[in-house]
């Protein structure tokens, strides 16, 4: 049910309302009857008073927001305020305490960071209860703030929907121009240049291995082994100079002060080859990343190569954000650009 929930958020657009009727109307019971009914725990829950087991939108927000589905552990989100007042109080986010891949995750990182980024957004769901396939995609060019969608009829009484900066609609006219744009203007430029995004992929299968060439990434990594192992015997002959500064010292080779010095200066060689080594490490979990990254880029136009009409999915899985200009004009910013 959880996964159902992540996917409903962003594969359906359904609002956290929205879910919550979902899983009311499925006869799906929430987490606090879950654990008494199914699990028969003795768990009590101070905010249900009578056995009304139905959901409500902040379960859902929980959820959403809840990073053990990805398999990571947070603690550290509440203490108490001091040994003499225990009135329990809550910790800054970015005093929390996080470690990654402590259990087998059931959401994957690429979905949960799709619902983060929804969050992030302005996504205030529609009056049917779904998001707008534009919803925290679109932002003025000029002052940044969210584009507002409106309804229009025209002469013929036809209504047509389009987006205006929401600076002019809510804030003031001297703040911001209008940068209207109709919603199948939006749609048929979106649309042709995702089309002429995927034309440039004719062969995805021989940029893939240009993206990830194995034989190269296979030589790379073994010099950077072999310099990982030189630099591995620099720091074992080091340490062997420092056992003997010792015994140099005691048959007064050296002077204390002398002993001390080139102690001193051996460990800070030593300190700087092993910066060099986890710099080396790091460097090459990025560039896997890059390619991870890359990788899941060229996949995605992959699934989409024969679009011929947009939904809200290939609009958050291809596109970060959209900036409309007064001229009409569109800016698209896709994702792993």
């Known amino acids: 049910m959880v996964r159902k929930i992540f996917e ?6 359904l609002g956290n309302v929205s879910i919550c009727h979902r899983l009311n109307d499925m006869g799906i019971l929430n987490p606090t009857g879950y654990k008494k009914k199914k699990l028969n725990q003795k768990y009590n829950n101070s905010g249900i008073i009578t ?8 379960t859902i927000r929980n959820i959403l927001k809840n990073d053990i ?43 949960f960071e799709r619902v983060q980024h929804m969050k992030r957004n302005d996504t205030r769901v529609q009056k049917n209860g779904t998001l707008s396939m534009w919803a925290g995609i679109l932002k003025c060019a000029d002052c940044g703030r969210a584009m507002h969608k409106k309804y229009c009829k025209n002469k013929s009484g036809k209504i047509y929907e389009y987006y205006i900066c929401g600076t002019y609609r809510k804030k003031s006219n001297k703040l911001c121009t209008k940068h209207t744009l109709k919603v199948e203007e939006l749609e048929k430029v979106v649309l042709q240049t ?60 050296i002077t204390k002060d002398e002993y ?27 560039e896997k990343e890059v390619i991870n ?5 060229i996949e995605n136009f992959k699934l989409n190569k024969n679009i011929d009409k947009l939904d809200r999915d290939i609009v958050t899985e291809l596109i970060d954000y959209i900036e409309i200009h007064e001229n009409k004009r569109v800016s698209i910013h896709f994702k792993f650009a």
């Open 8 to 13: 409903w958020k962003v594969n359906d657009g």
């Open 51 to 58: 056995e009304d087991y139905s959901w409500c939108p902040s």
């Open 69 to 111: 589905y990805i398999g990571n552990i947070t603690q550290g989100k509440r203490r108490v305020k001091s040994y003499k007042i225990h009135k329990v109080e809550q910790v800054p986010e970015n005093e929390w305490i996080t470690v990654e891949n402590m259990h087998e995750p059931i959401i994957d990182k690429e979905l």
């Open 194 to 253: 995702i089309q002429l995004q995927i034309e440039e992929f004719v062969n995805i299968e021989k940029l893939l291995e240009q993206v990830n060439p194995s034989s190269a990434k296979k030589l790379k990594n073994e010099n950077r082994e072999n310099i990982k192992k030189d630099k591995s015997k620099e720091i074992e002959k080091l340490n062997n100079l420092k056992k003997g500064l010792y015994e140099d010292w005691k048959n007064k080779y």
């Open 260 to 286: 001390l010095e080139y102690k001193q200066k051996y460990q800070q060689d030593i300190e700087k080859i092993k910066e060099i080594i986890t710099n080396l490490d790091t460097q090459k979990e990025s």
């Open 293 to 297: 990254q890359n990788n899941l880029w």
